[in-house]
C-alpha cells in the first residue's frame, strides 16, 4: 500500500487528539458517556454494497446507551434490478458479506485482501481505531487474541482513520494486529457511514445485516459476549 501524504485526513468537523468529545482522554470498559447506538447513514456503503452483492452472485458464490440492534436500511424499490449473468436479479437486502465487500472497496487494504466468497454469511465486527489513541493501543492485543478465537464464526477487520499511513503500520506492528486485515480509511468516509464519532469504536454486523454500533472501549470480556451474541443471533 503506497505511503499518502500527511495531509490525507479526515475533514475538520472530525474529533481530532485532545477533544474532550473524542479519545482526549482514556476511556474505561463499557463507559456511558461513550456508547451511542446509530442508525447507518448508508447511501453511499449501501450503492457500494449492492454492487457488492451482485458481484458475489455473478461469481457463482454462495449466497448513548440503548441495547437494540440497530437495523441497517434496504435497497429502495428504485434499485437496480438488471438480471445477472446467471439469470438472477440482484437481491435488495444489504448483508454482512455486502457490507464487508462495501468496506473493503473503500479504503486502502493493509494486511492480507479477504475472499468474500469463503466467508459468505459469517458476521462482521469493525474495529475503529485511530494511531495516536491510547485505549485502542491498550485494547489492540485483546482484539487481535478474540479475532483469532473466533476466526472460524466472524470476520473481524480494523477499520484505522485519523493518521498517516506510516502511523498505521507501526501501530499495527506494536499490537501485534497484523493478522487482521485492517482497511484505512484516510478520508473519513467509511467512519462517517457508519455514524462513529470517536475511537475506539466497534461495529457488529449480523448475517442479515443489522448492525449495532458501540464507541469506546469493550475489553475483552464485553468484546466476548458481544461476538457470541452476534453468532447466535
Same mark, same amino acid.
Given at each position: 500500500?503506497?505511503?499518502?501524504?500527511?495531509?490525507?485526513?479526515?475533514?475538520?468537523?472530525?474529533?481530532?487528539?485532545?477533544?474532550?468529545?473524542?479519545?482526549?482522554?482514556?476511556?474505561?470498559?463499557?463507559?456511558?458517556?461513550?456508547?451511542?447506538?446509530?442508525?447507518?447513514?448508508?447511501?453511499?456503503?449501501?450503492?457500494?454494497?449492492?454492487?457488492?452483492?451482485?458481484?458475489?452472485?455473478?461469481?457463482?458464490?454462495?449466497?448513548?446507551?440503548?441495547?437494540?440492534?440497530?437495523?441497517?436500511?434496504?435497497?429502495?424499490?428504485?434499485?437496480?434490478?438488471?438480471?445477472?449473468?446467471?439469470?438472477?436479479?440482484?437481491?435488495? +437486502?444489504?448483508?454482512?458479506?455486502?457490507?464487508?465487500?462495501? *468496506?473493503?472497496?473503500?479504503?486502502?487494504?493493509?494486511?492480507?485482501?479477504?475472499?468474500?466468497?469463503?466467508?459468505?454469511?459469517?458476521?462482521?465486527?469493525?474495529?475503529?481505531?485511530?494511531?495516536?489513541?491510547?485505549?485502542?493501543? +491498550?485494547?489492540?492485543?485483546?482484539?487481535?487474541?478474540?479475532?483469532?478465537?473466533?476466526?472460524?464464526?466472524?470476520?473481524?477487520?480494523? *477499520?484505522?482513520?485519523?493518521?498517516?499511513?506510516?502511523?498505521?503500520?507501526?501501530?499495527?506492528?506494536?499490537?501485534?494486529?497484523?493478522?487482521?486485515?485492517?482497511?484505512?480509511?484516510?478520508?473519513?468516509?467509511?467512519?462517517?457511514?457508519?455514524?462513529?464519532?470517536?475511537?475506539?469504536?466497534?461495529?457488529?454486523?449480523?448475517?442479515?445485516?443489522?448492525?449495532?454500533?458501540?464507541?469506546?472501549?469493550?475489553?475483552?470480556?464485553?468484546?466476548?459476549?458481544?461476538?457470541?451474541?452476534?453468532?447466535?443471533?
Amino acid at each position: 500500500m503506497g505511503t499518502r501524504p500527511a495531509s490525507s485526513r479526515f475533514p475538520s468537523t472530525a474529533t481530532t487528539p485532545g477533544d474532550p468529545t473524542g479519545n482526549g482522554r482514556d476511556t474505561p470498559p463499557g463507559s456511558r458517556s461513550m456508547l451511542q447506538l446509530r442508525r447507518l447513514p448508508h447511501r453511499r456503503v449501501l450503492a457500494i454494497a449492492t454492487a457488492a452483492v451482485v458481484i458475489l452472485s455473478a461469481c457463482g458464490g454462495d449466497d448513548g446507551a440503548s441495547s437494540a440492534p440497530v437495523t441497517a436500511p434496504t435497497v429502495e424499490s428504485g434499485a437496480d434490478q438488471t438480471p445477472d449473468g446467471d439469470g438472477t436479479t440482484g437481491t435488495d +437486502a444489504v448483508t454482512s458479506t455486502a457490507i464487508l465487500g462495501a *468496506v473493503l472497496a473503500s479504503g486502502d487494504i493493509i494486511g492480507d485482501d479477504i475472499d468474500l466468497a469463503a466467508v459468505d454469511g459469517r458476521p462482521v465486527v469493525a474495529w475503529f481505531w485511530a494511531p495516536w489513541c491510547t485505549s485502542c493501543r +491498550a485494547e489492540g492485543p485483546t482484539v487481535a487474541d478474540v479475532a483469532a478465537t473466533y476466526a472460524d464464526d466472524v470476520v473481524l477487520i480494523g *477499520v484505522p482513520g485519523r493518521g498517516p499511513d506510516a502511523d498505521m503500520q507501526r501501530f499495527i506492528d506494536d499490537t501485534n494486529t497484523r493478522a487482521i486485515t485492517h482497511v484505512a480509511d484516510f478520508d473519513g468516509s467509511i467512519w462517517s457511514d457508519f455514524g462513529v464519532f470517536a475511537q475506539p469504536a466497534f461495529a457488529f454486523i449480523t448475517a442479515d445485516g443489522d448492525v449495532e454500533v458501540f464507541i469506546g472501549t469493550l475489553g475483552e470480556r464485553g468484546l466476548v459476549e458481544r461476538i457470541e451474541a452476534l453468532v447466535r443471533a
